[in-house]
T-cell receptor, first 109, second 112 residues
Framework: GQNIDQPTEMTATEGAIVQINCTYQTSGFNGLFWYQQHAGEAPTFLSYNVLDGLEEKGRFSSFLSRSKGYSYLLLKELQMKDSASYLCAALDSNYQLIWGAGTKLIIKP | NAGVTQTPKFRILKIGQSMTLQCAQDMNHNYMYWYRQDPGMGLKLIYYSVGAGITDKGEVPNGYNVSRSTTEDFPLRLELAAPSQTSVYFC???????????FGDGTRLSIL
């Protein structure tokens, strides 16, 4: 079957760096998305990786290793507003999007 | 530019009632999706559409129906509401499957 694994919850300190991991097992692969979802709100797009490597967007970076079926989202200089759930989703060979359950990130002062 | 608009934002239904959740997008996106999200869980795809007149089932379609008569609108119909359908429903759209999905604000539905 197809599966996405992410930690359920993580805690980090304001100003620090945190890495949220995502491993995927899909029938084929056509890219991986990261979305941010604040409590009670809709998901918003953060990044899309289809090639191996690191993509940086300001304080947020996303990494992909296709050979390992692995991605991570790196958040630097954490701010209280970064407290949210982070959803990983992989696109399989049929272009179906497989969603992870999300990682709830708690930022402490 | 409104993006994806969902109505209503909140609704309480009695068991056995029916209702339609409305979704409209003004970005001329081909792809539209309906998800449900239970508390503390990820998104489950109910139905999706790749263009006007074309719809297909997702992971959890039972108890729901959709139609896509225009590019802009993608309503979700609940027939014979059941308590298990209590959830937050999100509509989303994208230009293509490889492009980011834009989400509406959600409809919070309780079946009592």
């Amino acid at each position: 079957g197809q599966n996405i694994d992410q930690p359920t919850e993580m805690t980090a300190t304001e100003g620090a760096i945190v890495q949220i991991n995502c491993t995927y097992q899909t029938s084929g692969f056509n890219g991986l998305f990261w979305y941010q979802q604040h409590a009670g709100e809709a998901p918003t797009f953060l990044s899309y990786n289809v090639l191996d490597g690191l993509e940086e967007k300001g304080r947020f970076s996303s990494f992909l290793s296709r050979s390992k079926g692995y991605s991570y989202l790196l958040l630097k200089e954490l701010q209280m507003k970064d407290s949210a759930s982070y959803l990983c989703a992989a696109l399989d060979s049929n272009y179906q999007l497989i969603w992870g359950a999300g990682t709830k990130l708690i930022i402490k002062p | 530019n409104a993006g994806v608009t969902q109505t209503p934002k909140f609704r309480i239904l009695k068991i056995g009632q029916s209702m339609t959740l409305q979704c409209a997008q003004d970005m001329n996106h081909n792809y539209m999706y309906w998800y449900r999200q239970d508390p503390g869980m990820g998104l489950k795809l109910i139905y999706y559409s790749v263009g006007a007149g074309i719809t297909d089932k997702g992971e959890v379609p039972n108890g729901y129906n959709v139609s896509r008569s225009t590019t802009e609108d993608f309503p979700l119909r609940l027939e014979l509401a059941a308590p298990s359908q209590t959830s937050v429903y999100f509509c989303a759209s994208s230009y293509s499957i490889e492009q980011p999905q834009h989400f509406g604000d959600g409809t919070r539905l309780s079946i009592l």
